[in-house]
């Protein structure tokens, strides 16, 4: 059974930083993309980050310049680093795989709040 879990949220100042760890067990093939998505309160959940098979990545004009996404397939990990953060970065950020024959995952989210 595949499981995506979340880690690395919580409480950060605006300007600080934060680095988002998924972790994926089970097995998962063709992989096509992984991603960060994200939900503010009151909101819909955006796409915040893809990075692809190739490892190209994507980002949000609103995060770009500003956050990395990265993966390590050897150890089934995504990650986030987040820096100069602002209030509006404040939101439920989501784990996602997509497959190359359609399949979807999603972990439980981890919450980041930007507040001073």
């Known amino acids: 059974q595949v499981q995506l879990v979340e880690s690395g949220g919580g409480l950060v100042q605006p300007g600080g930083s934060l680095r988002l760890s998924c972790a994926g067990t089970?097995?998962?093939?063709?992989?096509?993309?992984m991603a960060w998505y994200r939900q503010a309160p009151r909101k819909g959940r955006e796409l915040a980050a893809l990075?692809?098979?190739?490892?190209?990545?994507y980002y949000a004009d609103s995060v770009k310049g500003r956050f990395t996404i990265s993966r390590d397939n050897d150890k089934n990990m995504l990650y986030l680093q987040m820096n100069s953060l602002k209030p509006e970065d404040t939101a439920v950020y989501y784990c996602?795989?997509?497959?190359?024959?359609?399949?979807?995952?999603w972990g439980k989210g981890t919450l980041v709040t930007v507040s001073s």
């Open positions: 996602n795989v997509l497959t190359s024959i359609g399949g979807m995952y």
């Open positions: 990075i692809s098979s190739s490892s190209s990545p």
């Open positions: 089970g097995s998962i093939f063709n992989i096509a993309s």
